[in-house]
């Protein structure tokens, strides 16, 4: 199984950019799907961004065209990318994996994102 722990949150300006990074350990980093997810107060999580094993990626409509998830598998680590934030991207931000044939699955502890003025 893998460990996560996710890095990069702060508190940015509306229309800021922030780098996510999420660094694996503990098992084969290549042969896991990995995803961002993310949770506002009050809402339920949900899937920001994907990408699998082979490198195919998929997002939320809400972030397209603004996040880039990437993954590094010499270095385990998956990025996510966001530009033009807005508050409505204010949430706690987790990295989560799922092994590509056991569906083994593992979340990081989070990071907070804040977008305000």
């Known amino acids: 199984q893998v460990q996560l722990v996710e890095s990069g949150g702060g508190l940015v300006q509306p229309g800021g950019s922030l780098r996510l990074s999420c660094a694996a350990s503990g098992s084969i980093f290549r042969l896991y799907n990995m995803d961002w997810h993310r949770q506002a107060p009050g809402k339920e999580r949900e899937l920001v961004a994907y990408i699998g094993s082979g490198g195919i990626t998929n997002y939320a409509d809400s972030v397209k065209g603004r996040f880039t998830i990437s993954r590094d598998n010499a270095n385990k680590t998956v990025y996510l990318q966001m530009n033009n934030l807005k508050p409505e991207d204010t949430a706690v931000y987790y990295c989560?994996?799922?092994?590509?044939?056991?569906?083994?699955?593992?979340w990081g502890q989070g990071t907070q994102v804040t977008v305000s003025s």
């Open positions: 989560h994996a799922a092994h590509r044939l056991t569906r083994s699955e593992s």
